[in-house]
């Protein structure tokens, strides 16, 4: 029996219909728009101005911060304004729009396909790669990789952990970037294990793409025979369940250690990174190619052509909608990511992040929320929580805006998967109201943090 | 193109809704009535007509006309009731006391707290247990199961009310105790409705636990107990306690362990606090068989718990990622 | 028989001695000494608990009150200055009078002037609307109608205009307590001054935004213009992020800038007569003119001493 996480989780359908389309390289749309707030830490400060000529890859912004990360441009040509311009849920964010001029690269980037699965064991050199391309976590949360490899003093990694579950139905961009960039991948996974100087790496899949842990396994045992970097890393088949690509699930799952509340995956020995960062990695590495563009899944039942694209980074949506056809009479809503945490996008002329996953279209038969009822205390939010919850208690606490018997029942632990909602018979919108109060609460527990610090600096 | 939807994560939803879980119930349900109408003929299908059709229709009036709400009886809530209430009654019950227990369970228990998943008691329990004290009489005259088109009904005791009455009257329990549990296990044996067919209860609460409606927890702690307590007891003292077998299968210990104490509502939601609910329930059940002066005891037993519910609930929590 | 009676009474009053003692002892034991004049201010106060005050109820006010050194820190917003006098004159202090305050909605987008871009679909409060994204309709700034502010208000004053789709105020009810600006997500409801018989001006929009996308967005909307602002005689306009705010500490009541206001979105409410626009403007035209001229006069006399 495959190992998985131990705490709640459900088993929505997969639905991953475009699995089985090869990876295609959208065309250059005429204009991009680069947000320069892409990661989570400060926005980049943008270093170049309206009218500025610019190559594919040249970094257009620097970090604003210590979490933080460069911008580079995914295209070339003329800059043409840098504005507030509205996101895919209609708020304002500094953009970089460039008028695309023919596709020519930035000085000393390897264009070329050739694979290099040798690099160098300098693991200073290799993070400084790592954050001069740029390259944030492409698992959903885009925290800047250069800071999750630099671990605070006194804690050590002992294991990395590459996340290939995809456990959100329909994303099939990992799954696609395995099959077809699968050793780029399994060089990016020695690289980030040489970064973090450990022995131990674990690729994990979930059991139902056995065709990409058979790749993967085959490709390592080859790797294993040329190189010593490529030996201590393995693959692990997971159980299939849902949030099982969830940082702290999918510690819990390979490692069977469980991060604190409020602690950090290192300090249970664990880093957790990306199948499209790992492979973000080799190329920033490898090819000094700073992460310009990502494969996005476009899909849904009601799509006439299901894809898998590799768009450059800023591309509108409505470019990438038009590409394939046009917007489905039927579909009546329109998702960046997964359907259990994507966000639903209500601006289409908003273009894509380095973190988009995903275009998802759904009909309304699909999404539209059922009518609200009574609670009938049937418990099937907490037994589907992964973080062993009880949303219906924090669902009644939140109504009645007790912060601390919020706090004393861990709000602040969710990780808004969204198992309680997808579960619930009565369809209450508990995750809505849940993650309203563990915004609130994150924040007192901030201030309070503010506060001792102030009072022991005193 | 129309409006696009918004809406925060997740943006789909399990293939599951209150009404699925309590049709589930009703459908678990099915084969204990069929075998209770075959055998107690047309005054138990007046029974459990009149009981399901005053609940629903209670249930409405109640909520439209008094609560100025939509109605609710949708959720299919207020049949299972009706037909729990109903397998908790003789079938000798005349109409007008089945629809006074309706109004207890529905409009007293039920609606008076704020309806469905606000109550504190199990609607149908405290139904019967109204009509229990109110009309002793006619709750505890037992027809003796006979065919659908069966001549004359003789009327009897229970197996756990002849008992009562023997140890009461003197008899050695050896000559009170029928000890053919296979036939307490299919039928044969005087009682309520939810009391003659154990088997064909089993049946349903098998299915309840294949479609996940419900968790075996509370059932099986409810069992053990009763099975403990009433082996120790019986081991203790033979000639004055019954055994567990005899226990577990007469009286309303299927009925009301399967389908009564795992009523989600006035159920624990904790695993551990279910299994201390049901631990509960199995010793005042066996208390109130064993000392007090009713044959049988587990509606008190699941209405006592009941009240302690919330208390369980606080006491009792899931266990949390990453805090010891 | 009666033995039993005689028994039963004897048991009851014993037992009624002892758990009086009982609760006697426990009652001094535990005797929580308190300055008399918190019950006092309490009795004083109207005993909403709305918390308007920045206390938590109107006990942990009078707590705060009858500890403090003054009342400045301290006024009941529900009660007012009727109430204030009360408790100063329990504790020995001075108040001040404030100018009774209203609460103000500050979002004019209704349903015709800014229509409905695309279709919410979670849940009803604002609040989760907000942090979800911009709202559903072309204006990331303005009322988001799902009615926080009218479950947050205790005192019934506030109601949704299924009309407009936006909050309405009772200035009857209203009490000033402040509840409904802390549940407003987007900082729309603001507590202004009443003004005299209850009249007062305010810029109904809080939209930052550029004037053209504004427009696109709303057609009642402040499109940030800034004629109001040229208007002003008494520097009462404040114009920052292209919307304006009229400082209702130094509005004089002219309704020259509502005059002009191309938008509409300057409101004038408790006015006994509406307002004959083409007068103000003729008006104010007519002393710009005159201002100009002598601008002009005195650029030629300044001229005319340098020659």
């Known amino acids: 029996m495959n190992r998985t996480f131990s705490i709640g989780g459900v088993h929505p359908h997969d639905s991953k219909i475009s699995k089985d389309c090869a990876i295609e390289a959208l065309p250059l749309p005429p204009t991009v728009y680069i947000s320069v707030a892409q990661h989570i830490g400060a926005p980049a400060k943008p270093i170049v101005a309206p009218g500025d000529k610019v190559k594919v890859g040249q970094p257009i912004a620097e970090p604003g911060g210590f979490v933080s990360a460069f911008i580079h441009s995914s295209v070339s040509g003329t800059v043409k304004s840098i504005a507030p311009r509205a996101d895919l849920a209609g708020n304002k964010q500094m953009c970089i729009e460039i008028a695309v001029e023919g596709d020519e690269w930035y000085e000393g980037i390897d264009t070329s396909d050739t694979l290099n699965t040798d690099f160098s064991d300098d693991n200073k050199e290799i993070i400084e790669k790592i954050r001069l391309g740029g390259i944030v976590g492409l698992g959903g949360a885009t925290f800047p990789t250069h800071v999750k490899l630099s671990p605070p003093p006194g804690k050590v990694c002992e294991t990395l952990i590459i996340n290939g579950c995809e456990c959100e139905p329909y994303l099939t961009s990992d799954y696609r970037t395995l099959l077809e960039k699968g050793p780029q991948v399994v060089t990016g996974t020695a690289i980030l294990k040489q970064a973090l100087s450990v022995d131990k790496a674990v690729i994990a899949i979930e059991e139902n793409k056995p065709q990409a842990i058979e790749y993967i396994n085959k490709l390592l045992s080859d790797l294993r025979k040329v190189s010593s970097k490529y030996t201590g890393i393995t693959v692990m088949s997971l159980r299939k369940r849902y949030p099982q690509g969830g940082e702290k699930q999918l510690i819990d799952a390979v490692m069977h250690r469980q991060v604190k509340s409020g602690g950090l995956p290192i300090d249970v020995g664990a880093v957790v990174q990306n199948v499209g960062t790992a492979l973000a990695v080799y190329d920033a590495v490898q090819k000094r190619k700073p992460l310009i563009d990502n494969t996005i899944t476009v899909t849904g039942e009601c799509f006439p052509r299901q894809a898998n694209l590799l768009v450059r980074v800023g591309t509108p949506l409505s470019f990438i909608i038009d590409y394939l056809g046009g917007m489905p009479a039927d579909a009546a809503k329109v998702i960046s990511g997964g359907p259990m945490m994507g966000k639903a996008i209500s601006n289409l002329d908003a273009a894509t992040l380095k973190g988009t996953s995903s275009l998802l279209f759904l009909t309304e038969k699909q999404t539209r929320r059922r009518p609200e009822s009574s609670c009938i205390r049937c418990g099937r939010c907490a037994d589907a929580c992964p973080m062993g919850l009880e949303p219906f208690l924090l669902n009644r606490l939140a109504h009645a805006g007790l912060t601390d018997e919020l706090e004393k029942n861990a709000v602040q632990d969710c990780i808004e998967c969204g198992c309680c909602l997808y579960s619930c018979p009565a369809n209450i919108p508990l995750l809505d109201h849940i993650r309203q109060a563990k915004g609130q609460v994150m924040g007192i527990i901030r201030a309070r943090a503010a506060a001792a610090k102030a009072a022991a600096s005193k | 193109m129309s409006k696009l939807l918004v809406s925060p994560s997740p943006h789909i939803h399990a293939d599951v809704s209150t009404s699925a879980l309590m049709r589930d119930v009703v459908i678990a349900l099915i084969p204990a009535v069929l075998v209770s109408v075959v055998f107690y003929g047309w005054s138990e299908l007046l029974v459990l007509g009149v009981s399901v059709a005053s609940c629903v229709l209670l249930e409405y009036l109640v909520t439209r006309f008094m609560m100025h709400k939509p109605s609710t009886i949708g959720d299919l809530s207020a049949v299972v009731t009706g037909l729990l209430l109903a397998m908790n009654l003789p079938s000798s019950t005349p109409w007008w006391i089945v629809f006074i227990g309706a109004v207890v369970a529905i409009c007293v228990a039920k609606l008076s707290f704020g309806g469905l998943g606000q109550n504190v008691f199990n609607p149908a329990i405290a139904g019967r247990v109204f009509l229990l004290i109110s009309f002793p009489m006619q709750m505890t005259t037992w027809e003796a199961p006979q065919g659908l088109f069966g001549a004359d009904a003789i009327s009897g005791a229970t197996p756990l009310g002849q008992v009562k009455e023997g140890l009461l009257a003197g008899t050695p329990l050896s000559e009170l105790v029928n000890s053919d549990y296979l036939s307490m296990l299919f039928t044969n044996i005087g009682g309520s409705a939810g009391e003659i067919s154990a088997l064909a209860l089993l049946a349903g609460f098998v299915y309840l636990l294949c479609r996940r409606v419900i968790k075996p927890h509370v059932t099986l702690s409810i069992w053990a107990t009763v099975a403990l307590v009433s082996l120790i007891f019986s081991l203790a003292a033979p000639e004055r306690f019954t055994g567990p077998l005899f226990n577990l299968l007469t009286g309303g210990m299927i009925l009301g362990s399967c389908f009564m104490a795992t009523d989600y509502v006035t159920s624990p939601m904790s695993v551990v606090g279910g299994i201390v609910y049901g631990i509960g329930i199995g010793f005042i059940t066996m208390m109130i068989r064993y000392f007090g002066s009713y044959p049988e005891g587990m509606s008190f037993a699941i209405l006592l718990m009941n009240a302690v519910v919330p208390l369980l609930n606080m006491w009792f929590h899931q266990k949390k990622y990453g805090r010891a | ?307």
Request: charged content about 25%.
């Open chain 3, 1 to 307: 028989m009666s033995q039993t009676i005689i028994w039963t009474i004897v048991i009851i009053a014993v037992l009624g001695l002892v758990l009086a003692l009982v609760l006697w002892f426990i009652a001094e034991k535990f005797k929580v000494v308190e300055d008399p004049r918190i019950d006092e201010v309490e009795k004083v106060m109207p005993g909403a608990n709305c918390g308007g005050c920045g206390f938590a109820g109107c006990r942990a006010f009078a707590d705060s009150a009858v500890k403090a050194e003054n009342l400045d820190n301290h006024f009941c917003p529900v009660g007012g200055n009727d109430v204030m006098q009360k408790v100063a004159a329990i504790l020995g202090h001075e108040v001040k009078a404030k100018a009774p305050q209203v609460a103000v909605v500050r979002c004019n987008g209704t349903c015709e002037a800014r229509p409905v871009v695309n279709d919410y679909d979670g849940a009803a409060t604002c609040r989760v609307k907000a942090a979800l994204y911009s709202g559903d309709t072309g204006c990331s700034y303005g009322c988001l109608g799902c009615g926080d502010c009218v479950s947050a208000c205790q005192f019934g004053a506030l109601s949704m205009d299924p009309a407009t789709g936006l909050p309405v105020v009772d200035e009857e009810k209203c009490t000033a307590c402040g509840a409904c600006v802390k549940a407003c997500p987007k900082a729309i409801i603001e507590l202004r001054a009443k003004g005299p018989r209850g009249m007062r001006m305010f810029v109904s929009c809080v939209n930052k935004d550029k004037g053209p996308s504004v427009k696109k967005a709303c057609a009642n909307a402040c499109i940030g213009c800034g004629i109001c602002f040229k208007t002003c005689t008494h520097d009462a306009i404040v114009f920052d992020s292209n919307v304006a705010y009229i400082d209702y500490s130094k509005c004089k009541l002219c309704r020259e800038c509502e005059a002009f206001c191309p938008t509409e979105a300057i409101h004038a409410v408790n006015f006994p007569k509406p307002l004959d626009k083409d007068a103000v403007k003729a008006r104010v035209n007519e002393r710009k003119k005159k201002a100009a001229e002598a601008a002009a006069a005195a650029q030629t006399t300044v001229k005319e001493d340098k020659q």
